[in-house]
């Protein structure tokens, strides 16, 4: 009887187990939004030092999922996810103790390196324990939560840890996880290999990752520092790269992203989906937490604390999406997620320099709820609207839109609120906490200083609103009516297994 239950006690410890790198990987994707006021007392980065701290782990990790999930195809899943845990923990312990901002951005980037092996390996390992498929489902759904649990709860982890250690304990606190993981993970979980044909192309990775890197950093220089011969030649020859990257994808047998997969307008709308949301929220979770420390004056703890009813809301959301997407569908689902977050975000708009806690709490409840259900549905109806063969593609597409888009919200997002505060603000310095800075500042400047901010926040919330707004609109016209007969997919981070 015991060896009857023991393969499925065992399947549940090996995910429990594989939970632990997947919340890791998505919480240090925003972990640093409370931080980033002491880190820049600490190490008093540029406007544009202060950004890429932020995103540079984002843009490792998204740019390298697909290329990391054919290696480890090729060379195993469990391989992979080992090698990946420990230069995480490496490049943690690196962060901790960075000595500069430069320092702390390039271990940022190591610690997306290897977070882009942990995501696409850990599904291939959790899919490998459950032979049920109604099993498999349930593990996949735990799996969806645990992601969206992850970038939710990662500002709360920051604001209370702060609240007691330095700024480098946001790092450390990923240690005790990874070393359980190394410990339990050669016990509980099996090597995965699968068939996939064709070598990893390395210059369409090295392409994508640097193509997209100088079309950030001249977008940054321009919005932080002003518009320069250096910023447009810079962001120019990034774009010129991602081009040749994507003229290149056309030509390979088996290319590292298949462009073709978007002449599908389903498939489309549930890319945009997994990245515009996510764009969002970094934005406005990472504004939103300057603005309640250093212009309304409160402590990281209270701040953090102010994040738990939204986190709340799109944890939940997230876990009960699969069960209302039965009942209302895809369609009528993408369009309530769109809509939930646009009128979310206009809850900002209300903010000011005085007061604005309930506004702030109010969005991010209402804006929860758009964000639980797109993390919930984008893989599965990227991956519904392509032909089977080609769903693993479909997958690592969505997958790699939610990272990308977490990255670009701050990248794109965050250097809008730069411009409009470089613009609107007393121009004594790039940013607001090292205006605040000053030695003798006057209040007037202060609250000019503090203006400007918010007005920068507001036009970075009214701007995504728009474009989620467009979002739904476009949800409703181009994806079909579902039909009564047809079964709903198994919903998860990475579609059907």
Same mark, same amino acid.
């Given at each position: 009887m015991s060896r009857q239950h023991s393969p499925g006690l065992r399947a549940w410890l090996g995910l429990l187990v594989l939970l632990g790198p997947v919340l890791l990987v998505s919480m240090d994707g925003s972990i640093l939004f409370l931080a980033m006021p002491r880190i820049s007392q600490a190490l008093t980065p540029t406007a544009g030092q202060a950004l890429w701290i932020l995103d540079s782990y984002g843009f490792a990790v998204g740019s390298l999922l697909i290329a990391f999930g054919a290696i480890g195809d090729r060379y195993g899943r469990l391989r992979l996810l080992m090698v990946g845990a420990t230069v995480f923990g490496i490049g943690s312990v690196a962060a901790a103790f960075a000595p500069s901002a430069e320092f702390l951005i390039a271990a940022r980037a190591l610690m997306g390196v290897a977070g882009a092996t942990l995501l696409p390996s850990a599904l291939a390992v959790l899919s490998e324990l459950f032979a049920d498929p109604r099993r498999r489902a349930q593990a996949i759904g735990i799996f969806a939560a645990a992601f969206a649990a992850g970038?939710?709860?990662?500002?709360?982890?920051?604001?209370?840890?702060?609240?007691t250690f330095w700024w480098g304990s946001v790092f450390l606190v990923n240690l005790p996880v990874i070393a359980l993981f190394l410990v339990l993970a050669p016990v509980l979980l099996r090597e995965v290999r699968a068939t996939r044909p064709g070598r990893v192309d390395l210059t369409s990775v090295v392409l994508s990752a640097v193509g997209l890197l100088l079309a950030v950093y001249g977008l940054k220089h321009a919005a932080t520092e002003g518009l320069s011969v250096d910023s447009v030649v810079i962001g120019i020859a990034g774009v010129i790269l991602l081009v040749w990257f994507a003229r290149r994808q056309r030509r390979l047998e088996h290319p590292l992203m298949e462009f073709s997969l978007f002449r599908d307008r389903v498939f489309t709308i549930a890319i945009i989906t997994g990245l515009l949301p996510l764009a969002a929220w970094s934005a406005t979770a990472y504004l939103a937490g300057i603005y309640l420390q250093s212009v309304l004056g409160l402590s990281v703890l209270a701040a953090a604390l102010l994040a738990l009813p939204g986190a709340a809301v799109l944890t939940i959301t997230c876990i009960v999406t699969p069960f209302v997407v039965d009942r209302v569908g895809k369609r009528t689902s993408l369009a309530i997620c769109h809509l939930s977050i646009a009128a979310g975000l206009l809850f900002l708009l209300a903010t000011t320099i005085t007061g604005g806690i309930g506004w702030y709490i109010a969005s991010t409840a209402v804006a929860g709820v758009g964000y639980g259900i797109s993390f919930a549905v984008v893989a599965d109806t990227a991956v519904g609207a392509v032909p089977v063969e080609r769903a693993g593609s479909a997958g690592a597409i969505a997958e790699t839109s939610n990272e990308i888009g977490n990255a670009l919200g701050i990248a794109l997002l965050g250097s809008l609120a730069a411009l409009v505060f470089r613009i609107s603000g007393p121009d004594l310095a790039p940013t607001l906490d090292e205006t605040?800075?000053?030695?003798?500042? *006057?209040?007037?400047?202060?609250?000019?200083?503090?203006?400007?901010?918010?007005?920068?926040?507001?036009? *970075?919330?009214?701007?995504?609103s728009v474009l989620h707004t467009a979002l739904a609109v476009l949800a409703l016209r181009w994806i079909p009516v579902p039909s009564r007969t047809v079964p709903t997919r198994t919903l998860g981070p990475q579609g059907p297994r």
């Open positions: 970038f939710a709860i990662g500002p709360v982890v920051g604001g209370v840890l702060l609240r605040l800075q000053l030695p003798g500042l *006057v209040p007037a400047l202060a609250e000019e200083a503090k203006t400007a901010f918010v007005t920068g926040l507001h036009v *970075v919330a009214a701007t995504a």
